[in-house]
Each structure stands twice: as structure tokens, then as C-alpha cells.
């Protein structure tokens, strides 16, 4: 089989998977080629993703944390941002960031949350579409649901002004997705901007949402620094719950008897969002760079060299995983990566779940059956990956 | 338009003193930094200015003058 982790067409839908597979059952760490650079190492099973993510000392993050990421871009924000730091520092950054996502700090948040996404549900389930006669509703469940669910949640968590949260949603997908450099410098410039004004507004007058509760963590971070970051965790909370609850929608609407099951057993909702985050894994690799020689799995790595710690290919890895491409609601255990593993395991991932469990809860409530309606769009990147659209028939309860 | 409010803004965020014939890339800017500069303008000069704006046109008073012509356009703050 030939390999090409590269290759856009090979990530619009599954195929990616097979490739990994295929790596997964190679010896050691596998070389891959790069048209205008030195190439890199792919990690591809379970074990060696977590000996890749757990040891910040010998695998940096400060030289960038994704293929096709520019060096020179990771340089500008090597240990202020806190996705593109290392220990000590990460740490202290961290301290900051994670202030507001804190169990106690979410606990004020819990009930906001839920509301908010029951309401979504209910406007998109329960608005006239002008649908069939049979009462069911098509719907794209990306732009209609998914990408809007984090969004909502993020944006009032951190109370903007409701007028501005399409913007930032448009801004925050711009910034990390547009195929040209210069339009994802130009959102992130108005993020920037936006969270600049933002920060100055809360200071001057703190509430609490979570940009205050940042500020008040506010730690060592200069003003920069706290900007870059609330800018990070726009992009880490809407850029990826969209994609694993897109993904949600489409495993139900293939397997009507899921969903069934689902419906009549709630209990089965915390394995069924863990089993969720493991099968659609949003966030494929991430990538780190060796600063001392060391071995993976009998390949002996060397400073400098580059290595893919592929997430999603360690959430199907049968050593951990029986059956791992069958979707199961009830595994149990399930010790997936879909948040990463080590010091940047996943800031947000408590609200990532309560996000999952608060959609399915109301969809379980409105929803009687979920049907394809049309071509699953996927997007193409090798980072954050899903689907761009979703065409579904709703059936109310 | 006066290049010194700009000026000021690219001091701010280059750290090192301007002149009108200045190259934005010779005196150090580079992406995050025209992030910052832009944003900046934005908020302080009331002028929405793209990122390639000051990419293409990287000598001060050019960009002023670019600024200038933004910040008259009808429907612009």
C-alpha cells in the first residue's frame, strides 16, 4: 500500500485510516517523505503515541505542533502560546489558561451549558422548515448543529455579545482552516484585535465568564500572551467538538439500531460519548521534535528529527482496542487518546464531554429517527479533521 | 494622512524607532507582527485594514498612504 499522509483526497472520508492501519503493523516508527522538506517520523500505534506525547523533555512542542505549520510561525509563539510551549513553562501558562476549566470553576458553568445547547436542539428540531408531510425535517447537521454547538457554548462562556458569535465562529474556522496563509493571518489578526478590546472591557469591569477569570489567573503573561491564548482556546473548543458531533449524527444515522438502543437506554450516554470521542478522534496527529537522541519501539530517533504522534490511529489500535473499527456504545474501558495524553492533554476536555452529553440528552428527547439525506462532505486537512456537511432527515419524537 | 500615528503603532510592536521610508520585513516584522499592527490600527485608528495590505505594501509612508484611502472609503468606521 502506498502511504501519502500528505495527501489531501486521502483524508476526505476514511481512507486515512487504512493507510495508518497498514503503519500500525510496520516495525518501529515509519519514515515519511515531505516534497519540500527532510520528511518525518510517523507514530502510528498506541504505545509509541503515548511514549511520543508523555515526554515533553525529549519531544518538543516550541518548534510547532502540526504538519504544515510554518517553523518560523511556531518561533513568534514558542512558549507563549501554551499548545506551542514545553515544561517549565508550559506549566505556568497553563496554570492561566486552565483557570476557568477547572471542576470547580465549571460547576458554575454546568447549568448554563446544558440550557444552552437544549435550546439549539430545540430551535433546530423544533423550527418550520417547510419539510415533508410526514413531519420529519431535513437539516445539515455541520452548519445547522455541530459547528454551532461549540461555538454557542465557548462564545457564552465567555459572554460575547450575541450579535458577534457567527463572526467568531466564521473567524475562528478562517483562522486555522483557509487555504491561503494570508486569510488565516487576516482572521487571526480580528481575533486578535477583537480579543484585545475584549480584555481591556474586563478588566476594566470583570463578570464571570471565563476571559475574566483568565485575566484574574492572569499569572506572568503580558498582554500578548493572554490575547494568543484565549485565541487558542477558541480554536481548540470550536474546531473540534463540531467535528466529533458531526461524527455522532453520522454513525447514527448509519446505524438506526444505535440510536434505537440509545433512545431507550440512557445509561449507556457516558460510554456512548467516550466511544464518540474515539471513533471520530477530530484531532488526527499532533506533531513534536526530537531534542535528544532516543529509541520508539527500536528506532533510534535524532535531534532535530520531526515525529507524527497519530491520535486517531492509536484510538484503533487492536492491541488496545478489540474490534476497533466496530462502533460500540458500551466499551468499557475505554482508554482513548481523543484529547491527547501528558501536559497537553486536552485543557477543555470536561467541557467537551458535558457539551456531547448535553446534545445527545436533548437529540435523545426530540429525536425519534436520525436518516442520511445526502453525500457526507469531509473536510481535507491532516490536523483537525471531519465533516463539512451533513445532510440529515429528523424525525421529531 | 500624518504617518506618525502609524508610526507609532509599528514602533509599539517592532520595538525599535520608524521612519516614512522604512521597510516593515527590514526592521524585523514578520507575521504575528503584522497581525499586530493591523489589529492595532484597527482599534485605535477606527481603520479595517487587511493583513495583505500591509504585506504588499510594507514601506511606512506606502501603507499610511493605503491607510489613508481605507479609512475614507464610504461605509468604512
Redesign the interface.
Known sequence: MDIDLLAPDVFSGYRYLDQLAELRTRPGLTRHPEPHGPGFWVASRYDDVLAVLGDPATFSSRAGIRLGGSG??AD??ADRMMVVSDPPRHGRIRRVVGAPFTPAALRLWHDRIVAGVTDLVDEVVGADGGGPADGSLVRDAVGDLAERLPNQVICAMMDLPRADWPLIGRLTTDGLDSPDP?DR??A???I??YF??LIDRRRARPGDDLISALLAAGGDLTD?ELILNCSGVLTGASETVRYSAAGALLVFGDRPDLWSELRASPELLPTTVEEILRWTSPGLHALRTVTRPVTVSGTELLPGERVTAWICSANRDPAVFADPDVFRPDRTPNRHLAFGWGPHVCVGSRVARLELTALLTALVRRVRTIAPAGEPVWSTGNFIHGLTRLPVRLSPA | MDTTAVAEIWQEVLGVPVKDDDDFFALGG???A???V???V??RLGITV???VL?EHPVLADFTERLAAAGAAPGRP
Open positions: 518560523e510561525a513568534l509563539v494570508i493571518l487576516d487571526n489578526a480580528e486578535f484585535g484585545a478590546d500578548d | 514578520q507575521s504575528l503584522a497581525m499586530e493591523v489589529a492595532a484597527r482599534r487587511r493583513v495583505r504585506l
